[in-house]
């Protein structure tokens, strides 16, 4: 059984989009504490977020057709721990380190590592959703 996947990815997709402000040091360029890749995706629209772990999911060789859920979870051994439901039901943990690279695993496949289950806390429902006048 293959829990992760080691093929570090870039993810571009959202990362380059605010990734393009200037850096006036080389030094801080690379210190991985100026500015944490799992930040960076928290500050992108929920659009922004799916894509780029969408695009995180793809580059590892796994099958997602549309992230529709994505969220920020937890910190799990130095990295963020990120979840993501697909269109097709595939449920994803997406661990991001802190320059860029990211590991993803199944959800169904964390109990047995010993790592933190998924979480996806139930959407509103409609009537939920609606606004009383």
Known sequence: MRLFVFRPVVMLAGLALIG?????????????????ASDRIARL????????LLQAIDDNGQNCDQVT????QQQ????????AQCHDGGRWAIYVGAQAFAQVARCSELAASGLPACQFPELPRRAELSVHA
Do not use: F, I, L
Not at 20 to 36: F, L, M, Y
Not at 45 to 52: D, F, G, L
Not at 76 to 83: I, L, Q, S
């Open 20 to 36: 393009c402000s200037q850096v006036h040091n080389r030094r801080e360029a690379t210190t991985p504490e100026t500015k944490p």
């Open 45 to 52: 629209s929920p659009v922004w977020q799916r894509a780029t």
């Open 69 to 72: 859920r994505a969220r920020y």
């Open 76 to 83: 799990v051994r130095g990295m963020a721990m990120w979840t």
